[in-house]
């Protein structure tokens, strides 16, 4: 990353958009152009060029991410209302609501000062700021200028070059990151850090240097390409990039790790077109370079709980150094690039319970096809300020962002300042006037609660006008702590109603005890306990209601056992491709102990509630056959779908075993769904695989060709 940049003009900004593979409007530009020119005249930058310089640079930045012309004329235009004479309107007038709406965003967004917030509320910030740029594009205009700013920064004096750098890392890499704009994220933190921690950062960048970084990591990923090739994978892609210095140096000092111990400096990211070939890819790395313990992850077979899957492993060069490798397939890529979401995008409308994350993944897949797309259709321009439609920010007088959902009233926020404000809160003031306590919060407004004194405590109604659970349960705990006996005949009354609707009778000589064994699971000493907390809400009725169910239904049956498992007998029909003797197209799952596949000998067990679990006859589990849950079962004929069997295998070899059987299993086209393994410490490995067979005929002929292998001993069933 150098440190000076050459210094932006109009001309070069016009050529660069005569040579971009996208429409714009030049004449627009170039009245934005004369404009900003002409307001910002006289204006110098810290480091002297004239003013107009900065916003053509940004321009120059937007043009690159591929935006649209209106962006770019903001861009051009975005620093007139806040610095020079020139007003809103007359924006609005010379070049329409759209860019003089792009333009008030980001003159907004420069006006709030953050460095005298603090650091717990960076996430508020970064919600708020989302909350206010009614358009996307005012963000990425926002993010540019900061980049440009952060690139010209050795201008500025010590204090601001760390306030800036500060707000750089909390609030805007963090929005770069989640618009997927990564080298933006990326660049924005190495230059704050830099001046963050000057000597931190030159450390590691001599590194780097030092390493020849850039010429190893094409070496590496030219004879992957060749071998890959010659394997047959001709559609294989390749990128690489090296970590960010941010990236390491995160590493190296909050993780305390040597540069040589970071295994994921180098990447290599190898797309492919299935699964197959991910799991054929890594044989082929794990042959030409030797794997290191530990750093495998099948993340195909096992994805994060986001969704993200692909294959990781680490091998180390020929050189000796580690680097780690990246296999996928172009699906899994999306998936990792746009969320899970991607997938469900086009068949859910845009629904609104959905988090801020997951609706920005189509703001970055927008950004993705305005880059590559040469019609000049204006995506971006539909993504208005309903990112964050269920959520609203909302000021103390003290500066304090408080975030609330979408609805809440002005109970909600004094219980979310605190709840002793909340429970002293007499009033609020609005811009100095007095709002009803009904009042919905909206984004951006301040609002201060008037309190008296600290004995009044809430009203029963406040809980019909707050929103949140927070407000609620804090009013809740006020009136279990100062009104028990009103609590404890409201609870009673309540109760002895919700047993009548439930057709529950308890005798009179029984109810005490009865009720005194459900307080006590309920972790309440005393029946006045139980009508308490149902009074003030600490327990909810429904909640309740089901225990007293349970136990009722226990007292009454263990009056009577055999009529616990009493099953109306019928004529059988398969579901799942079993037959259970007696119920019909019951629900049957397979247990997961024994993994019974057809041909197997089995029987079934009558679960609570979840229908009919199927083992294998000679499961461990299904030895005791008295009890009158075990039901006889047996496969359906003719039934036909796949199943899974996981194998326990030795390997003699950590490399040659794993492509003997991956390639073994793919002669014989068995999918492989999972595979998983590690090194024993007598130096073999032992691996787990996953496969989809036809029936218990199928995997046997399959474990018997596997046997035959070289490398491979002790193949197990488990
Ligand atoms: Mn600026």
């Known amino acids: 990353m ?34 900003a020119e002409a307001s910002h005249k006289g204006q110098c930058r810290k480091s002297g060029e004239p003013y107009i310089t900065h916003p053509v640079a940004v321009a120059e930045l937007l043009l690159e991410l591929g935006m649209d012309t209106e962006t770019l004329a903001a861009a051009i235009l975005h620093d007139v209302v806040e610095d020079t004479d020139i007003t809103l309107e007359q924006i609005t007038q010379q070049f329409g609501a759209d860019i003089a709406l792009l333009v008030d965003g980001v003159t ?15 996430e508020n910030l970064r919600k708020m700021l989302f909350a206010m740029s009614k358009d996307i594009r005012v963000m990425v205009i926002k993010l540019c200028d900061r980049l440009h700013n952060m ?6 004096a010590p204090q601001k070059q760390r306030d800036k750098s500060l707000e750089t890392m909390e609030v805007y890499a963090p929005i770069a990151h989640r618009l997927g704009i990564y080298h933006v994220k990326e660049e924005l933190e190495d230059r704050a850090l830099r001046y963050l921690d000057p000597i931190g950062y030159n450390e590691i960048k001599n590194l780097i240097e030092k390493n020849s970084a850039d010429q190893f990591l094409e070496k590496i990923s030219n004879s992957i390409k060749a071998r890959l090739q010659e394997t047959g994978m001709t559609s294989a892609h390749l990128e690489y990039r090296l970590k960010s210095i941010y990236g390491i140096y995160r590493k190296m000092y909050m993780h305390n790790k040597e540069f040589a111990e970071i295994y994921d400096i180098y990447a290599v990211r190898i797309f492919l077109d299935n699964v197959a070939e991910c799991y054929n890819a890594l044989g082929v790395i794990h042959d030409m370079y030797h794997p290191l313990p530990n750093r495998f992850k099948d993340y195909i077979s096992t994805p994060k709980p986001n969704g993200y899957k692909s294959l990781h492993t ?30 469900w995008k086009y068949k859910d409308g845009g629904g609104n319970n959905r988090t801020l994350d997951e609706r920005l993944v189509w703001v970055r897949q927008l950004l993705e096809t305005q880059r590559d797309s040469e019609d000049t259709e204006d995506l971006l321009r539909n993504i208005k300020s309903d990112l964050l439609p269920e959520e609203v920010f909302v000021f103390t007088p003290k500066g304090d962002v408080i975030s609330l959902p979408a609805g809440a009233t002005i109970i909600d926020f004094a219980y979310a300042i605190h709840s002793a404000v909340g429970n002293r809160m007499i009033g609020a003031k609005l811009n100095g006037k007095m709002v009803p306590i009904e009042h919905k919060v909206q984004t951006g407004e301040i609002i201060e609660i008037v309190t008296g004194p600290a004995n009044k405590g809430p009203s029963r109604d406040w809980l019909k006008v707050a929103t949140t659970s927070e407000a609620k349960n804090k009013i809740r705990t006020w009136f279990k702590k100062e009104r028990k006996e009103e609590n404890i005949a409201e609870g009673k009354a309540a109760l002895e109603k919700e047993l009548r609707r439930n057709l529950i009778s308890i005798p009179e000589d029984k109810y005490e005890g009865f009720m005194t064994d459900i307080a006590k699971k309920m972790r309440l000493n005393t ?3 139980l009508y308490a907390a149902l009074g003030y809400g600490g327990i909810l009725m429904s909640k309740l209601i089901v225990r007293i169910k349970e136990e009722y239904n226990r007292v009454l049956k263990t009056a009577d056992p055999t009529e616990v498992f009493q099953i109306p007998k019928k004529t059988g029909k398969s579901s799942n491709g079993v037959v259970v003797e007696g119920i019909d197209n019951c629900l049957v799952k ?21 229908g009919v679990s199927i083992h294998k006859r000679d499961c461990a589990n299904a030895q005791n056959l008295d009890s009158p849950r075990w039901v006889k079962a047996y496969w359906d004929a003719g ?4 199943f899974t069997a996981t194998l326990e295998l030795i390997s003699m070899d950590n490399v040659k075993g794993i492509s003997e059987v991956t390639t073994q299993l793919g002669n014989m086209r068995v999918p492989i769904n999972a595979m998983n393994m590690r090194s024993t410490k007598d130096g ?14 199928h995997l046997t002929n399959v474990i018997e060709k596997l046997q035959k292998l070289k490398h491979i001993t002790n193949i197990t069933r488990v």
């Open 314 to 343: 680490t091998v180390l060069g020929h050189e000796g150094i580690p680097f780690e490798v990246q296999i996928r397939t172009w699906e899994m890529h999306q998936t990792a690039e746009y969320g899970v979401a991607a997938h």
């Open 2 to 35: 150098e440190n000076t940049f050459h210094i932006a003009s109009f001309e070069e900004l016009e050529r660069l958009v005569e040579e971009s593979p996208r429409n714009y409007d030049l004449e627009l530009l170039r009245r934005a152009y004369r404009l």
């Open 108 to 122: 907004k967004l420069t006006q709030i000062n953050f460095s005298s917030i603090e650091e717990r509320q960076a």
């Open 684 to 697: 073999r490995m032992q691996m787990s695989i996953t496969i989809s067979v036809n029936n218990a005929e």
């Open 639 to 642: 039934v036909r779908e796949t």
């Open 590 to 610: 397979f247990s997961k102990c024994c993994s019974p596949l057809p041909g197997d000998e089995i029987v079934g067990f009558i679960t609570r509630g979840f």
């Open 151 to 156: 690139r010209t920064g050795d201008a500025w």
């Open 527 to 529: 029946i006045e306990e």
